[in-house]
């Protein structure tokens, strides 16, 4: 009977070791979660701060000369930025148009290849 009371004990001190381990876990898991929330919420301040400041270099403010220069590139992004949504508008557009045209050519072939199923004749044959 010895070897089942020590077995019983043993499961019951793992069992305890077990709870304890995920208790641990949870309070970790929680911790990361509230971490990570309070990081984000000042990524955004960083990034409120950044946008006031590049704001008022756009009005004529001086900064510090690697504020400065980090507004400058800010602004040099944002004029590429415009830039490529004006390209992609652009091949945005030309696609509707190239498509629209082979959506006609494609929808006469069709409509020559039907005409030809009903009258047993290929297509764009007249006889």
């Known amino acids: 009977m010895e070897i089942f009371d020590e077995l019983s004990r043993s499961v019951k001190q793992a069992a305890k070791q077990v709870e304890e ?3 641990e ?3 970790i898991g929680k911790l990361n979660i509230e971490i990570f929330r309070l990081e984000d919420a000042r990524r955004r301040l960083y ?5 006031q400041i590049c704001k008022e270099f756009a009005e004529g403010q001086a900064f510090s ?3 400065n220069t980090l507004c400058l590139e800010v602004q040099e992004k ?4 415009d830039e490529y949504r004006v390209k992609k508008n652009d091949l945005k557009t030309r696609g509707n148009e190239y498509s629209s045209s082979n959506h006609t050519q494609a929808d006469s072939v069709n ?3 039907q005409a030809a199923d009903y009258s047993g004749q290929e297509p764009g044959n007249i006889n």
């Open 21 to 23: 381990k995920t208790g």
């Open 25 to 27: 876990l949870i309070e």
């Open 47 to 51: 990034r409120k701060i950044g946008e």
């Open 65 to 67: 000369e690697i504020v």
């Open 78 to 81: 944002n004029k590429l930025i």
């Open 111 to 113: 409509s020559n290849e």
